[in-house]
């Protein structure tokens, strides 16, 4: 067998371990069911496994790591979206991803476009299958064999991003939103100069936003929204062609496009946002000392005269 396609139905319980007899298989998709189990990361036995959909299970705990090198070596599309995933993402795991790091050249000089197939009684096979991309949901009738994402949004992945991401030169998507991913962007995904679609929103990513991500010159969609970015969003290349709901929600981002320019300006804001938050405080320390003062001399009262009677008739006893 080399394709299983059971997106889209009811399927309970969990993933049979079986399928990692089946060498030849190079899609599996079971994306939008109700499965329930732990990432199997048994699969890493198959060699020629390209397409891994998970995506809308009930697929928990965290990712293993690998005892192996290459775990997926020949993985192209990685999709675990929407489901219960936790822990951080391990280095290791994404470096196992060896086919991602090498770039397919695109079509040029009438060279025809190449296709994600297999081959059976000298007969050339098609698998299609939906991927999520750019925002949006793509069925593809053949899968073009320089498409290459990652999927592991809508889980509750912790801890920083790998600087490995930075390897994998040929993805063309990266989606790690609505996770509790921290810390900052690494630098070093500004190697990753053929994607077309960054999506880190809904996390608590902090500091700044890295120029390096300028070289991405093929990148359409961006979004880093919700999070804690400060400082001033990058200029130049496919960073101008942005508006701001890219980054809204992230207070101390100033610059173009927003309306908060870096400067002095910027710094008002900041301090503005301080002393907000320094008032709350002190208006809460205020009330806490006074609650505490009335209690104190309340109490006393009570020792002194033992059971006075209003207090009997405001709260019984």
């Keep these: 067998m080399t394709s299983l396609n059971l997106n889209d139905n009811r399927l309970e319980g969990l993933l049979p371990e079986s399928l990692s007899n089946c060498m030849q298989l190079w899609l599996l998709n079971l994306g939008n069911n109700q499965i329930e189990d732990t990432f199997p990361h048994w699969l890493r036995t198959i060699p020629y496994l ?19 090198k290459h775990g997926f070596p020949s993985l192209n ?3 675990i979206s929407s489901n219960n995933f936790s822990g951080p993402i391990p280095e290791d795991f994404i470096q196992s991803f060896e086919s991602m790091k090498n770039i397919v050249q695109d079509e040029v000089l009438g060279n025809p476009q ?7 009684n000298s007969a050339v096979y098609y698998s299609p299958t939906t991927v999520t991309t750019k925002g949006t949901s793509t069925s593809f009738r053949k899968i073009p064999a320089n498409f290459v994402i990652i999927d592991l949004s809508g889980n509750k992945f912790e801890g920083e991003i790998p600087n490995a991401i930075g390897e994998l030169q040929a993805l063309n998507g990266l989606n790690l939103s609505h996770n509790r991913l921290s810390g900052p962007i690494p630098q070093s995904m500004g190697n990753l100069i053929k994607l077309e679609s960054l999506d880190l929103s809904s996390n608590m990513l902090t500091g700044r936003i890295p120029t390096e991500l300028v070289n991405m010159k093929f990148l359409e969609v961006l ?36 309306s908060v320019k870096c400067g002095e300006e910027h710094d008002q804001h900041s301090s503005q946002r301080e002393e907000k938050f320094v008032f709350g405080w002190e208006a809460v320390a205020i009330g806490y000392g006074c609650g505490m003062a009335f209690g104190v001399v309340m109490g006393s009262f009570v020792f002194r005269i033992r059971k006075p009677e209003f207090l009997v008739r405001m709260f019984g006893g």
């Excluded at 190449?114 to 059976?120: C, G």
């Excluded at 969003?233 to 173009?256: A, T, W």
């Design 114 to 120: 190449q296709y994600l197939q297999w081959e059976f």
């Design 77 to 79: 599309i990685f999709d």
């Design 223 to 258: 979004n880093l929204s919700y999070n804690n970015l400060v400082g001033e969003i990058p200029q130049g290349k496919q960073f101008g062609s942005f508006m701001n709901d890219s980054y809204e929600g992230n207070l101390g981002l100033c610059g173009v496009p927003l």
């Design 50 to 68: 390209k397409v891994l959909v998970l995506r809308t299970n009930k697929l928990h705990g965290p990712i293993a790591l690998f005892k192996t």
